[in-house]
């Protein structure tokens, strides 16, 4: 089982990203999926989640309107676009079943000019 984040880096403010996440080990298309952030010295964030079939999301209040999460079931990736970046949104992001059963090794992300 394996979750293997990527596309995370230096961003300036206002600056966009998209993180991808590649899932293997599982059955991917049976597991709704999330992301959560970790910022420097701070507890776990949800930021977004995705059903199943992708005909759901949610968005923490933070994030909302600034992020979109996606998945492909066919290729096994989960995606979440970012876009209008603050420097509060610096974190180490990781990409998680939404049960938190399985959990990649994290992406920083840093958001600063």
């Known amino acids: 089982v394996q979750l293997v984040e990527s596309g995370g880096g230096l961003v300036q403010p206002g600056g966009s990203l998209r993180l991808s996440c590649a899932a293997s080990?599982?059955?991917?298309?049976?597991?709704?999926m999330s992301w959560v952030r970790q910022a420097p010295g701070k507890g776990l964030e949800w930021v977004s989640a995705i059903s199943t079939d992708g005909g759901r999301t949610y968005y923490a209040d933070s994030v909302k309107g600034r992020v979109t999460i996606s998945r492909d079931n066919a290729k096994n990736m989960v995606y979440l676009q970012q876009s209008f970046l603050k420097p509060e949104d610096t974190a180490l992001y990781y990409c998680?079943?939404?049960?938190?059963?399985?959990w990649g090794q994290g992406i920083q992300v840093t958001v600063s000019s």
């Open positions: 998680t079943t939404s049960d938190y059963g399985r």
């Open positions: 080990g599982f059955t991917f298309s049976t597991y709704a």
